[in-house]
């Protein structure tokens, strides 16, 4: 299917000026590497007997790497923006090979993965590739894609001699992508799994079901599935689930689902209403949800402690992740302290309150996922609204505002930053409320300049607290997104985020925070190579900004 795809995009004819002493051959390479060295000539890629080669042959994420890249190098040809009028330039040497080097074939991956990197192009023979593990090599074998350029009928490095010496500022660098609100077919999906690869992003939050559709296989509930998806073509089979987790690790990259529970539940309820509160609740939906339709798990109620354990015993089954989301966002407490079947176990309990149900509920499905084997993953709402104390091998993820973060790692939690004010890219596009004029809740549009300037670290200074900030994710929850929206709703923002996330915003040489305006022309670049890899990701600037950069910077940034 990659094949089918690259060989359809692989050229691109991108317009754009930039003096070429402004711009050394690792400009080309997104995100900026964590260390680099360049020289002054440029070296051609053999490309009528270029190969890859590796000295193992029983990796098969290193061996598929390998196929992908190949083909890649020997079809693409990228001319960057900053090419524009370039002309011809004189090359000295050829690359006739690289060489893949990795110390194991251990192939899980986690948050523990080893994705660093070592990669030497001389002036004249073999590129060298070095990798602790073939999570690492994959990354490198990236790095050195993007190094290649077409000029004047060739591909070339510039600046040679180089070497780059890699590795990631933070273990997770995530995107959520949500699937229930609107869906998404298994090639979308693989699609955003290449566009992460391009960018070193390793987690896809997989946010599947959610209160509006439930379109994944339940081989131990089928009716939820037959009740709850939106057709029977908008549905993801066990196979399916497969070849997606097949497919993002031979590119690095781990999927983590999450079941949202107990709210954003209403799906539920159309095959068991028996074990929900407050369901669908109209026309007043909005004191019981903050969206319709409303429905939350009935937390006092056995039954439904059982079945949100059969899904985490089902599901834990089919993701082989360590990571197991349970959500615990945007609960509802009116819904359920106006739920007879709640008042009477709270009045038939004294010294019980809804409150203590919930941290309840919280400690029953911990519990389970710690039975399963699983790291559990929750939203930030239970520990910091209801004083829910986990252990901490309990993994939150801050979404409400940027100091969440520091409030959670002060509580001695491993964190990954989303706050909603930087990270969200659904948000800005209005309500999608059908008669409602007002903006919606997360307005307004994150810009790219927006994510790029965010710290995750920022405000916590103790060295111990920034090692819990394990890193961030990105949301795309899809209300007003689908297949046809997506690549341009997350590139190349998430691009911006993958470079924070990667290499942090100081460049690696001065320790100064980076140019923003440099950083532009650059994720220029970059935009561009994704389209020609058959991402469509959005323009960020006009052509003619492209061309004349330092004439489209804002004048109280430039003074």
């Given at each position: 299917?990659?094949?089918?795809r690259?060989?359809?995009?692989l050229t691109?004819?991108a317009?754009a000026?930039l003096?070429?002493a402004l711009?050394?051959?690792v400009?080309a390479?997104?995100p900026m ?5 360049d020289?002054?000539?440029g070296?051609e890629?053999?490309?009528?007997d270029?190969i890859i080669k ?5 990796s098969?994420?290193?061996n598929?790497a ?5 083909y890649?190098?020997?079809h693409e ?7 524009f ?5 004189k090359t ?5 090979s690289l060489?893949?080097?990795v110390?194991t074939?251990?192939?899980v991956?986690?948050?523990e993965?080893?994705e ?6 001389p002036?004249e ?5 070095s ?9 490198g074998l990236e790095?050195?894609s993007q190094?290649?350029?077409?000029n004047?009928?060739?591909?070339i ?21 949500d699937t229930s609100?609107?869906f998404?077919?298994?090639d979308?999906?693989?699609r955003t799994l290449?566009?992460?690869?391009y960018?070193?992003?390793n ?5 599947v079901?959610?209160a509006?559709?439930?379109?994944i296989e339940s081989?131990v509930h ?12 908008m549905?993801?089979?066990?196979q399916d689930?497969?070849k997606?987790i097949?497919y993002?690790?031979n590119?690095?990259?781990?999927i983590?689902?999450?079941f949202n529970m ?18 669908n609740k ?6 019981y949800?903050?969206e319709?339709?409303?429905?939350q798990?009935n937390i006092?109620d056995p039954?439904a402690?059982s ?7 089902e599901y834990s089954?089919l ?12 609960i509802?407490m009116?819904c359920?302290?106006?739920?007879p079947?709640?008042?009477?176990y709270?009045r038939d309990?004294?010294g019980?309150?809804?409150?203590s149900l919930?941290v309840?509920w ?6 389970k ?5 699983k790291i559990?993953?929750?939203y930030?709402d239970?520990?910091l609204?209801?004083?829910?104390t986990?252990?901490n091998?309990?993994i939150?993820?801050?979404w ?7 409030k ?9 930053a989303?706050?909603r ?10 309500s999608?409320l ?6 919606s ?9 927006q994510i790029?300037s965010?710290?995750?670290?920022a405000?916590?200074t103790?060295p111990e ?8 994710e ?5 209300a007003q997104?689908?297949?046809?929206t997506?690549?341009r709703y997350?590139?190349?923002r998430a691009?911006?985020f993958a470079?924070?996330m ?5 460049d690696?040489?001065?320790n ?6 440099k ?19 959005e ?6 900004c ?8 804002h004048p109280?940034?430039?003074s």
């Amino acid at each position: 299917m990659w094949l089918n795809r690259a060989s359809n995009a692989l050229t691109v004819t991108a317009a754009a000026a930039l003096f070429i002493a402004l711009a050394p051959s690792v400009q080309a390479v997104w995100p900026m590497p964590s260390e680099y060295h360049d020289g002054k000539i440029g070296v051609e890629i053999k490309r009528s007997d270029f190969i890859i080669k590796s000295n193992v042959i029983s990796s098969s994420v290193l061996n598929a790497a390998i196929e992908r890249y190949q083909y890649l190098i020997e079809h693409e040809f990228f001319d960057s923006p900053y090419n524009f009028n370039e002309g011809a330039l004189k090359t000295s040497g050829y690359i006739y090979s690289l060489q893949v080097d990795v110390q194991t074939t251990q192939d899980v991956l986690d948050l523990e993965t080893d994705e660093s990197y070592t990669l030497e192009v001389p002036i004249e023979g073999k590129a060298t590739l070095s990798a602790k593990t073939p999570f690492g090599a994959v990354r490198g074998l990236e790095t050195f894609s993007q190094l290649i350029v077409a000029n004047s009928g060739q591909k070339i490095i510039k600046n040679a001699p180089i070497r780059i010496v890699d590795a990631p500022k933070f273990t997770h660098r995530g995107i959520l992508l949500d699937t229930s609100r609107n869906f998404y077919h298994v090639d979308s999906i693989l699609r955003t799994l290449d566009a992460m690869s391009y960018n070193k992003l390793n987690v896809l939050h997989w946010h599947v079901v959610d209160a509006f559709s439930w379109p994944i296989e339940s081989k131990v509930h089928p009716e939820l599935t037959e009740k709850g998806a939106y057709s029977m073509d908008m549905r993801y089979s066990y196979q399916d689930v497969k070849k997606i987790i097949k497919y993002a690790k031979n590119r690095a990259i781990r999927i983590m689902p999450e079941f949202n529970m107990p709210a954003n539940t209403f799906v539920i309820g159309e095959a068991h209403p028996e074990i929900m509160s407050c369901l669908n609740k109209q026309p007043n939906w909005d004191k019981y949800a903050v969206e319709p339709p409303s429905g939350q798990l009935n937390i006092a109620d056995p039954r439904a402690v059982s079945f949100a354990f059969d899904v985490i015993t089902e599901y834990s089954r089919l993701f082989i992740d360590l990571g197991f989301h349970i959500g615990g966002n945007s609960i509802n407490m009116d819904c359920w302290k106006e739920d007879p079947v709640i008042e009477l176990y709270v009045r038939d309990h004294p010294g019980e309150s809804v409150e203590s149900l919930a941290v309840g509920w919280f400690t029953q499905m911990v519990g389970k996922l710690a039975d399963v084997g699983k790291i559990p993953f929750l939203y930030e709402d239970p520990v910091l609204n209801f004083n829910y104390t986990s252990k901490n091998t309990t993994i939150m993820q801050a979404w409400v505002g940027e100091d969440s973060v520091s409030k959670l790692v002060d509580k001695g939690y491993r964190v990954i930053a989303s706050p909603r004010n930087r990270y969200y890219l659904d948000c800005g596009h209005g309500s999608w409320l059908s008669k409602f004029e007002g903006s919606s809740w997360c307005d307004s549009y994150k810009g790219w300049q927006q994510i790029y300037s965010y710290d995750p670290l920022a405000n916590i200074t103790e060295p111990e607290k920034q090692k819990l900030v394990l890193g961030g994710e990105v949301a795309l929850f899809s209300a007003q997104s689908d297949e046809t929206t997506v690549d341009r709703y997350l590139w190349p923002r998430a691009s911006a985020f993958a470079e924070i996330m990667w290499s942090g915003n100081f460049d690696p040489i001065t320790n100064a925070t980076r140019d923003v305006a440099k950083v532009a022309s650059r994720l220029t670049d970059q935009r561009f190579r994704m389209v020609a890899r058959g991402i469509m990701a959005e323009p960020l600037q006009p052509l003619w900004c492209i061309r004349h950069p330092e004439a489209c910077v804002h004048p109280t940034v430039a003074s």
